[in-house]
């Protein structure tokens, strides 16, 4: 319960994003990702190498459902996790669902980054990237309580936006 949900676009900026706005409100961090892996046993990779998306989706519902129980948490969620209805209102149940939105264009410059993200790969470009964006913008945007930027400036300026916009 009471717990902030970070989501948005791969390469948003949760992860950094969640640890400023953690360490600031003195909230532990937690991670669907992170929890998915420890669950599997396995990289998110090849999670989906091995056993395919709909598995991948599966856990992440799983471990939507298990850290919802946590309380006063800091939770950064993985990009897809507003394609599930259910995932939505787990959040919605237990916390406040904040959205931290990019630029395609910003976007692409910080997943060219690295390779861990197996639904870009074969993907990174403007065109591609956008696509993706405009089929879950509108999930992004009805599951969000808050909507912040992180185009410009530091993951902190964006966790103090954060910060003076919970309620
Ligand atoms: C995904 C985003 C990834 C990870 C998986 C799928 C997505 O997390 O959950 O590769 O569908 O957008 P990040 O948003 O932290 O990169």
Same mark, same amino acid.
């Given at each position: ?14 992860? *950094?994003?969640?640890?400023?706005? @953690? !360490? ?7 991670? *669907? ?6 669950? !599997?046993?396995?990289? $998110?990779?090849? $999670?989906?190498? %091995? ?9 992440? *519902? ?12 800091? $939770? @950064?969620?993985? /990009? ?11 959040? %919605?149940? *237990? ?16 997943? @060219? ?8 790969? /074969? ?42 916009? $919970?309620?």
């Amino acid at each position: 319960m009471n717990n902030i949900y970070l989501i948005g676009f791969m390469g948003a900026g949760k992860t *950094t994003v969640g640890k400023e706005l @953690s !360490e600031r409100l003195g909230r532990k961090l937690l991670d *669907t990702d992170q929890c998915i892996v420890e669950q !599997e046993g396995m990289s $998110i990779a090849e $999670i989906f190498e %091995k056993r395919g998306e709909k598995c991948f989706r599966d856990a992440e *519902t799983a471990c939507i459902k298990s850290l919802g129980a946590e309380e006063n948490c800091v $939770i @950064s969620c993985g /990009g897809g996790v507003v394609l599930r209805e259910e995932n939505v209102a787990a959040m %919605k149940r *237990t916390g406040v669902i904040v959205l931290i939105e990019a630029s395609v264009e910003v976007i692409l410059e910080r997943v @060219s980054r690295n390779s861990n993200r197996p639904l870009l790969e /074969g993907k990174k470009n403007i065109a591609d990237i956008q696509a993706m964006m405009d089929a879950r913008l509108p999930h992004y945007r009805s599951a969000a309580d808050i909507i912040v930027y992180s185009d410009e400036g530091s993951a902190s300026r964006v966790a103090e936006d954060i910060v003076a916009r $919970i309620p």
